[in-house]
């Protein structure tokens, strides 16, 4: 989220891919992200699972830890047709996935990236 948001503040088109739950956080999570300007079109909501969040232990400043917290509602996002077809007509593709962790994703970002033009980048 922070990538996107700083590329939206520094003027560059951004689609926002992700999905939080139905829940306060997740509530709050979405107007932040609107007060910036970003679009959302592309976030889900999951009623089942909370939004994501990460626990940071800076208690010792030269070695902070962040705890990933699983399950959560960015960890079953679905892939769909029309975010393809975003991706496809991308010139980059930012992604990020909690702790690094693969998923089933029926199409995986991955993969969704295959085109030799698109510029991806990923952690």
Known sequence: MNVALHLCQLGAEVLFISKVGDDKEG?????????????????????????????????DKEN??????????????????NQQEKVDQAEAFVFWEPGNKRRNYPQDPIKATEDEDLKSFGH
Request: aromatic fraction near 10%; hydrophobic fraction near 50%.
């Open 64 to 81: 902070i830890t962040y705890d990933i917290v699983h399950p959560a509602a960015w960890d079953l996002i679905e892939w769909s047709a």
């Open 27 to 59: 509530k709050d999570l979405l107007a932040f992200i609107g007060s910036f300007g970003l679009d959302m079109e592309l976030v889900q909501m999951d009623s089942a699972h909370p939004t994501g969040k990460v626990i940071v232990d800076d208690s």
